[in-house]
């Protein structure tokens, strides 16, 4: 079974980096039949893409927040991290770590980590 965890600092101070790990146990984050993403919610919003990191690195992030995100993984811990940079009270959400299909099997998000509250406030 495919589990992920996200982790890091649930309290982030104004320009300072907000930075989360996602741990993933039961799949290899270097299967090139899947990638994995970073997504968000911020109270009472709906859900907000971030970015995603491939099976091979490639990243590709949500152009509206692309500046300040960065995605990269670490294989031998099997985990991917997302950075954002200058952080502000409007980044204050439940942040989550998916698994993504890719285009061979269909695409859709079949595993979710179980969310982490992150806010940002001094």
């Known amino acids: 079974q495919v589990q992920l965890q996200e982790s890091g600092p649930g309290l982030v101070k104004p320009s300072q980096t907000l930075s989360l790990s996602c741990t993933v146990s039961g799949g290899s984050i270097t299967d090139i039949a899947y990638y994995w993403t970073w997504s968000r919610q911020p109270p009472g919003k709906g859900l907000e893409w971030i970015g995603d990191?491939?099976?091979?690195?490639?990243?590709y992030y949500n152009k509206s927040l692309e500046s300040r995100i960065s995605i990269s993984r670490d294989t031998s811990e099997n985990q991917f991290t997302l950075q954002l940079s200058a952080a502000t009270p409007e980044d204050t959400a439940v942040y989550y770590c998916a698994r993504g299909r890719g285009r061979a099997i269909g695409w859709g998000y079949d595993y979710w980590g179980q969310g982490t509250q992150v806010t940002v406030s001094s």
């Open positions: 990191i491939t099976s091979d690195g490639s990243t």
